[in-house]
């Protein structure tokens, strides 16, 4: 059946799902690009800074659980309206902070609204999406966090070029109203299939084909506890506790890294982060499209995925080399090769939950991965920023970051052996074994 019969419905709530994950990552990354007139005005150290980040992610993994466990309590449409809401209003709060701890409190808040991103969005995907589309379309929205780096750079540099005075606060103001824009089109153009008159007949078949009912997909009673006793829960739980803090420490600590260690100008904006986020984007589109290629050609679902997450963890030891690096373009390069294939590991852990379990509870298995990827994001930064502030201390700050650049590059390679050890007996959860 072609897609003209098929109808293309489904990838327009695609792109509400890449927007909504731009704007996520543009509201939590403004603090990065404006860390270095923040810690003169306000004169924080690097310790201050990785707690501002631990506030966060210590939010962010609470917020997981909960909007996890809510999103499949009352469904992706309401669920999503609530988190984008939450976490707008948290972002325009940045700009009323006086102090490390205000700006704590504000990051707080963020991280609780922004976690219910990944669980409402992954849940969609299971709705909206037969299995050998759902990595392709989760490589599609997960590059909205490659989009929103990259956006951000260039919308707070310009800012700040072109205003003579610096006014940062405007920036939270100005960036925390884009989620209510996205809002109305969310309400306006989602509803599960099974209730959207927009969609074809043919689409809706093509879709459902292969799923369980969507009168049982939509809502679900199932205590998220249960989940902890599946082996494919702890899996996830691995593919995300482990690699996600490393996206983190880059998203949080590259612009700093460049400043200190290439003299980079972040009050203009910067043609090397732009580089390494569009970078970012082809990871994350091509890790989807290479593991949905392979179950296209007949591979066992879990096996394509596992496959191309090996051949991510072998690759991305190139990150140790980033030490070497002489001058800012090498950097660039290898930085750039390691965030694109940490985002197509991402995009393929990201469509395990739905691989391996009924989408009535899939929002709230990754909102327990989450959890464990935000728990890993409270601790990397403590051993960041005690790295950092001693290596400063003796003048040598790029050996702290050439420490950090080799732990992330060993990471997946473990990650991998784990996953691989969890899943080597196991299929999918039949609905049944929920009860």
Not at 184 to 202: G, H, V
Not at 323 to 335: D, R, Y
Request: contains cysteine; hydrophobic residues 50%; positive net charge.
């Amino acid at each position: 059946m072609s897609n003209q019969k098929i109808g293309n419905y489904r990838w327009g709530i695609v792109v509400l799902l890449f927007t909504a994950t731009t704007i996520n990552y543009l509201d939590r990354q403004i603090i990065g690009l404006l860390k270095p007139i923040l810690e003169k005005e306000f004169n924080w150290s690097e310790t201050d800074f990785a707690r501002i980040v631990m506030a966060f992610t210590a939010a962010y993994a609470v917020g997981l659980l909960l909007f996890g466990w809510l999103i499949d309590k009352i469904g992706t449409k309401l669920g999503y309206s609530i988190t984008i809401v939450f976490w707008s209003i948290a972002g325009m709060l940045h700009a009323v902070a006086k102090s490390a701890l205000g700006f704590g409190v504000a990051r707080v808040g963020l991280g609780l609204g922004e976690a219910g991103n990944y669980p409402a969005a992954v849940k969609a995907v299971a709705e909206w999406f037969p299995k050998k589309e759902r990595a392709l379309s989760t490589g599609i929205f997960n590059a909205g966090t490659n989009v929103g780096a990259l956006v951000t750079p260039l919308v707070v540099g310009w800012y700040l070029h072109c205003f003579l005075f610096y006014f940062w606060q405007e920036v939270f103001w100005i960036t925390g109203a884009f989620g209510f824009v996205w809002l109305i089109f969310w309400l306006i153009y989602y509803d599960i299939p099974a209730q959207q008159k927009r969609l074809s007949k043919e689409e809706y078949g093509y879709i459902t084909s292969g799923q369980e009912s969507e009168e049982t997909g939509e809502k679900t009673n199932v205590s998220w506890l249960k989940l902890f006793t599946f082996p494919q829960t702890w899996a996830y739980i691995t593919g995300k506790g482990l690699i996600d803090p490393i996206y983190w420490f880059f998203l949080f600590w590259l612009p700093s890294y460049f400043a200190s260690t290439f003299n980079l100008d972040l009050k203009k904006p910067s043609l090397e982060l732009m580089l390494i986020y569009t970078a970012t984007t082809v990871g994350s589109i091509s890790g989807g499209w290479f593991s949905s290629q392979l179950i296209k050609r007949g591979w066992v679902v879990v096996k394509a995925r596992k496959a191309v997450l090996l051949t991510i963890a072998i690759l991305e030891l190139t990150v140790i080399t980033i030490q070497f690096a002489t001058n800012v373009w090498m950097a660039v390069g290898l930085i750039s090769f390691a965030v694109a294939l940490h985002q197509a590991w991402a995009t393929n852990v990201f469509t395990l939950p739905s691989d391996l379990f009924p989408k009535q509870v899939v929002s709230s298995v990754v909102g327990i991965g989450g959890m464990a990827g935000a728990v890993g994001g409270i601790l990397f930064p403590i051993l960041i920023g005690s790295l950092l502030d001693s290596y400063k201390a003796v003048g040598n700050l790029a050996g702290g970051y050439n420490i950090i650049f080799t732990i992330c590059g060993c990471t997946y390679l473990v990650a991998w052996l784990i996953i691989h050890l969890l899943t080597r007996k196991s299929g999918g959860v039949n609905p049944e074994s929920l009860s």
